[in-house]
């Protein structure tokens, strides 16, 4: 658990520096790669990525020792550590609305371990559902982006957002599946496809979270990426691994109560003031 959340809070501090780095890109080079060339010259930008590295590995040792689901509502605590920075950073105190929605965001997520308890999960049989459930994540990406290509640049930074943390959903998947498979041996690891899709999911979903980023400020964009990336890989655990949950009425009811906890916290926290302050960049780029 402390693993989840220590790397929480470096994915928050990180999505922090890469926003601020992404926000002030030119619009056109939004889903474009030349935006992540651009953005690799920053220092800050690079700085963002290698917490956000950082908080992954930490993320990785985590699911070595738990399941997708009960790692990934840990996961979702990063906005709550990137208003803290953002306080500290400019001085100020969190006001009534971060603190409600901190509360609502951890009390989401003890409400939700505590109630559906998930636990076990196993390597999926080559033969299981696994290529379904991608196929099904990459769907939804694809139908997320293609909506997001036909609106105005707040929905389309959500929409974006919002795919980008799909993925990440899935990569924690597919990080969990690696592990598993490792604990059979090298061989066993490399022969199997996982471990080679992991970076390619791993791109294109920064490539996703920095166009939404650069299309909005933060308040619109984490929100959506905080909220899909647990959502998706609790579905994943139990599609793919077989992680189980209580399915009692009593502990259906503490998890939907939960995740509803969680989004809606999650929401009210990406309201914050602190989050609308990177809107400066790119006034003052423009300004310029």
Do not use: C
Not at 67 to 95: C, D, H, K, M, W
Not at 185 to 211: D, E, F
Not at 247 to 276: H, K, M, N
């Amino acid at each position: 658990m402390l693993l989840g959340l220590m790397a929480a809070a470096l994915i928050g501090v990180g999505f922090m520096a890469q926003q601020h780095a992404a926000y002030t890109e030119p619009l056109a080079e939004i889903l474009h790669i030349r935006l992540l060339l651009h953005l690799m010259r920053k220092p800050l930008w690079r700085f963002g990525i290698g917490a956000m590295v950082g908080g992954q590995i930490l993320g990785a040792l985590a699911l070595r020792r738990a399941g997708v689901a009960q790692i990934e509502p840990l996961l979702a605590t990063n906005l709550i550590f990137a208003l803290a920075v953002s306080a500290l950073v400019y001085q100020e105190r969190l006001g009534r609305g971060e603190w409600l929605g901190a509360v609502l965001v951890s009390g989401g997520v003890a409400v939700f371990l505590a109630s559906a308890q998930p636990q076990g999960g196993t390597v999926p049989h080559p033969t299981s559902m696994t290529w379904i459930a991608v196929l099904a994540v990459l769907v939804v990406t694809a139908g997320l982006v293609v909506a997001a290509l036909r609106t105005g640049l707040k929905t389309r930074a959500m929409l974006l957002a919002a795919a980008a943390g799909v993925l990440y959903g899935l990569q924690d998947a597919l990080t969990r599946g690696s592990l598993l498979t490792l604990e059979h041996g090298v061989h066993a690891l490399v022969t199997t496809w996982s471990p080679y899709a992991l970076p390619l999911v791993g791109v294109l979903g920064i490539l996703l979270n920095q166009s939404a980023f650069d299309a909005a400020p933060l308040r619109i964009s984490l929100p959506a990426t905080t909220a899909a990336e647990p959502i998706t890989g609790i579905v994943l655990g139990v599609a793919i691994f077989k992680e189980q949950l209580r399915v009692d009425v009593y502990a259906l009811a503490g998890t939907v109560a939960g995740l509803i906890a969680l989004v809606v916290g999650i929401v009210i926290l990406g309201r914050s003031p602190f989050l609308v302050k990177s809107d400066a960049g790119r006034q003052d780029a423009e300004s310029r």
